[in-house]
């Protein structure tokens, strides 16, 4: 096995000398973007932005269908490389709006080829730090998963997940979420002229191609898995999604996107009607008792308002089944007992049951369950007719692995923190 690596991709960041630990451009050079970016519109925004520069309402249609195609098929990052828009528009466009993504702090990556990218957003006031979020790239056999993050930080503080040790900074923008997956086509060459020109992919990610394998989409699925729970910032999500599924544009089918909640009731059918995309619901108990504690958003909406919300999730069908997860935790959910109930639980829930081996994060009080059990456990969800996948970790060598994900502004010392606050309370 191979030391993850860390890769600088900025001149001004020098690479990490320790496996695991991500350098960070310094703070006092970070520059918010000037002008608005025109990543995560919606088409009706982008109209409007074109309206305000003065593109005639003739031509606007138009426009917007050209940048689109710009924008997420060709993954232009200048407005002086689409060629098929007037000069003239070009420069206006470029007076007034960005291409910009989020800024690429660091990439690490695994042994196993999985990438994080440590991302940093501007702030929401002019003064205010810059945040940071993480977004992993997990290349398979037959596919290739990106997993986003929706909140900086997040409320719910489930007691496994090291992102729930975050408090919520502030929720993501559409842009911010679309822009993860455009950093990730970036750093992955997967946009249509890598495929036409036959690019070999980066040789981490081994699994599924752009033109350097036969024209496959290196990155084919989204999961909104990553730090925050994506139902606490509906309409951002919804909007992001919707974007990544537009067929003249990303193109990533339904089908092939998945949201997972820790059971926000009142937002899973909204999902499913507003989205269609597909549901994965971190269950991790079978008892209310002790998903109260591993999932204290439970004692708002208790395993049978979760469940039976479920039951009548727009769409659900053989075909379309819900995901559920459930993290392995040595000596507290893993009793072959438990594996009987989540049986007995999920009757008549189209649904699929995924097995996480626990990723241990610094300071937490739990265990993975031992192997054998993990088997036991799969075994009796199998025979009982549920497709029950246990989940390889990955990423684990980088804290990229399911609940390992906290960003590194988080993590800063004291000291690395008074300094911040005494920069932003002079700057
Ligand atoms: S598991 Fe999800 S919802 Fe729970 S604390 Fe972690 S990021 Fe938040």
Request: proline share 6%; with cysteine; glycine share 8%.
């Amino acid at each position: 096995m191979s030391e993850p690596q860390t890769i600088s991709v900025s001149a001004t960041i020098s690479p990490a000398t320790t496996a695991g630990l991500v350098e960070k451009t310094p703070l006092e050079r970070y520059q918010p973007p000037a002008k608005p970016s025109l990543v995560g519109l919606s088409r009706a925004q982008l109209t409007e932005a074109l309206a305000s520069i003065g593109v005639p309402a003739s031509q606007r249609k138009m426009r917007v269908q050209q940048i689109w195609h710009w924008l997420y098929v060709r993954g232009a990052r200048r407005f002086d490389a689409m060629t098929s828009i007037s000069k003239d528009l070009r420069a206006t466009l470029d007076q007034h709006f960005t291409l910009a993504r989020p800024e690429v702090v660091a990439e690490q990556i695994s042994a196993d080829g999985t990438r994080k990218w440590l991302l940093r957003l501007p702030g929401e006031q002019s003064l205010e730090r810059p945040h940071e979020i993480e977004c992993v790239y997990i290349p398979e056999a037959d596919r290739g998963t990106l997993c986003l993050s929706s909140q900086v930080g997040c409320t719910l503080a489930c007691s496994f997940c090291h992102t729930g040790t975050q408090r919520l900074v502030r929720n993501l923008a559409p842009g911010e979420i679309v822009g993860q997956i455009m950093v990730a086509r970036d750093r992955l060459d997967d946009w249509l002229a890598a495929a036409q020109r036959g690019t070999e992919i980066p040789a981490a990610s081994t699994a599924v191609g752009a033109g350097g394998n036969g024209g496959q989409r290196v990155i084919s699925n989204i999961v909104m898995m990553g730090m925050g729970e994506p139902l606490y910032n509906f309409e951002a999500v919804r909007d992001a999604l919707l974007i990544a599924a537009d067929g003249d544009g990303i193109a990533i089918s339904k089908r092939r996107i998945t949201l997972s909640t820790s059971g926000v009731v009142p937002n899973i059918a909204r999902a499913g009607a507003e989205i269609g995309c597909m549901l994965a619901v971190s269950l991790h108990a079978v008892h209310d008792e002790l998903r109260n504690e591993l999932v204290p958003l439970n004692r708002k909406y208790p395993i049978k308002e979760l469940l039976d919300t479920c039951r009548n999730y727009p769409g659900l069908s053989n075909a379309r089944r819900i995901t559920f997860e459930y993290v392995m935790l040595k000596g507290v959910n893993d009793s072959l007992g438990d594996a009987k109930a989540l049986v007995k639980l999920l009757k008549g829930i189209p649904a699929k049951i995924n097995l996480i081996p626990f990723n241990p994060w610094p300071g937490t009080r739990y265990e993975c369950s031992d192997w054998e059990r993990i088997e036991q456990f799969s075994e009796i969800i199998f025979n009982a007719g549920y497709a029950s996948p246990v989940r390889t970790p990955r990423g684990r060598d980088i804290l990229a692995a399911c609940g390992q994900l906290k960003s590194a502004s988080e993590r800063l010392s004291a000291r690395e923190r008074i300094a911040l606050r005494a920069m932003a309370m002079t700057d």
